[in-house]
């Protein structure tokens, strides 16, 4: 016994910035952002808080799963870090939505609703849980540093849910971790006001090796999908749709050609949204199930690489009622 996904919802800033917007202070274009990566927009944070955001999102997939907060056993919340560093953003989430269950944030960058998935299995398959609420929540914007055009260009903001209740439904998962701490890093606050601190603060800005990264995100995403089918007994060509990590277009077509997969099958958003970090995977699956994209039966090939440096794929059948 394991899960099937039983509710989704989402909740993105407002405020909507084109790559023409950055041109205007940065020395960049629309033709190089989307010619080498696909994002022609993304969503920013302004006024709105994204605990909000998350909790908007987390009440939309338990309306949608028909269940309420007192129901849930579990909250996790993949994030890199909340409004407040503590309370967990999951906490946060579990108190405004009525819960009372053990809750707690996971970082695993990109990939974190990939681990909170396979965290919600090994709960529900040890019956230690059934109904699991996993929210997805990044501010990006709040990370990168807007002088560097070689990495504010690619993020976005925004969060989202998914509720996973026992039953039939995931069929495989894979995660691994590739450790390096240098081709993505992201450095905390050093020592504040500490007067027996003498560690020098690192610059608060995301630094990243874009051609090593996605040299790793290439490789990872092609092993990750050939595994997870391994596992499961299918091949890629029994997947119905592909959810890749949304970060750059041509790693997405590169990493499916070895698989000679149909392009029609690879869902996107990132032309809209850029890469919200964990965000994008639970973005993705819930604007395309609100499409009714999704037919019950339909097998969900949920793949992401990101810092660490983490990737995995969770592989699951689809047993939602289609919208629509
Ligand atoms: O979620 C995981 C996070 N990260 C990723 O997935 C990133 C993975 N990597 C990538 O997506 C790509 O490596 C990038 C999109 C980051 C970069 O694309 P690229 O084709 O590898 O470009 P590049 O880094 O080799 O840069 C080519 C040129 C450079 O100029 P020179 O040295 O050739 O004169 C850059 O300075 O493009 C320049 N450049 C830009 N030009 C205009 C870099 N950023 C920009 C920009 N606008 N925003």
């Not at 560097?148 to 495989?172: H, K, Y």
């Not at 995660?175 to 390096?180: E, F, G, R, V, Y």
Request: net charge negative; glycine share 8%; hydrophobic share 45%.
């Amino acid at each position: 016994m394991s899960f099937y996904i039983a509710g989704t919802g989402s909740a993105l800033p407002e405020k909507v910035i084109s790559n023409d917007d950055l041109a205007q202070f940065l020395d960049t274009s629309d033709e190089w952002i989307y010619t080498r990566t696909g994002i022609r927009r993304r969503h920013v944070l302004t006024h709105e808080r994204l605990d909000d955001l998350a909790i908007q999102s987390a009440k939309t997939a338990l309306e949608d799963a028909k269940i309420t907060g007192e129901e849930l056993d579990l909250i996790l919340c993949a994030t890199m870090r909340g409004d407040t560093y503590t309370p967990s953003l999951a906490c946060v989430i579990g108190e405004a939505v009525g819960a009372h269950a053990p809750a707690f944030d996971v970082n695993a960058a990109c990939v974190g609703v990939l681990y909170c998935m396979e965290v919600a299995d090994a709960f529900i398959s040890s019956k230690k849980a059934k109904n699991v609420l996993i929210v997805a929540a990044e501010a990006m914007s709040k990370l990168v540093d807007w002088t560097d055009r070689a990495t504010c260009v690619l993020f976005g903001d925004g969060t989202g849910a998914m509720v996973v209740r026992a039953g039939e439904g995931r069929l495989s998962g894979v995660l691994s971790t590739n450790p390096d701490s240098k081709v993505i890093r992201m450095p905390n606050i050093e020592g504040l006001n500490s007067p027996y601190n003498c560690v020098e603060q690192e610059k608060l800005a995301i630094y990243m090796d874009g051609g090593e990264v996605y040299k790793f995100a290439v490789n990872a995403m092609g092993k990750n999908i050939e595994q997870v089918c391994e596992r499961a007994g299918l091949t890629p060509a029994d997947v119905d749709w592909y959810l890749p990590h949304q970060a750059n277009v041509r790693i997405i077509d590169a990493s499916l050609k070895k698989f000679h997969i149909d392009k029609s099958k690879a869902l996107l958003n990132i032309s809209e949204c850029g890469n919200m970090s964990a965000t994008s995977l639970m973005v993705l699956l819930d604007e395309y199930a609100k499409k009714g994209t999704f037919r019950p039966g339909d097998k969900l090939l949920l793949v992401a690489f990101g810092a660490g440096l983490t990737s995995g794929a969770v592989l699951v059948e689809w047993k939602k009622a289609s919208v629509g």
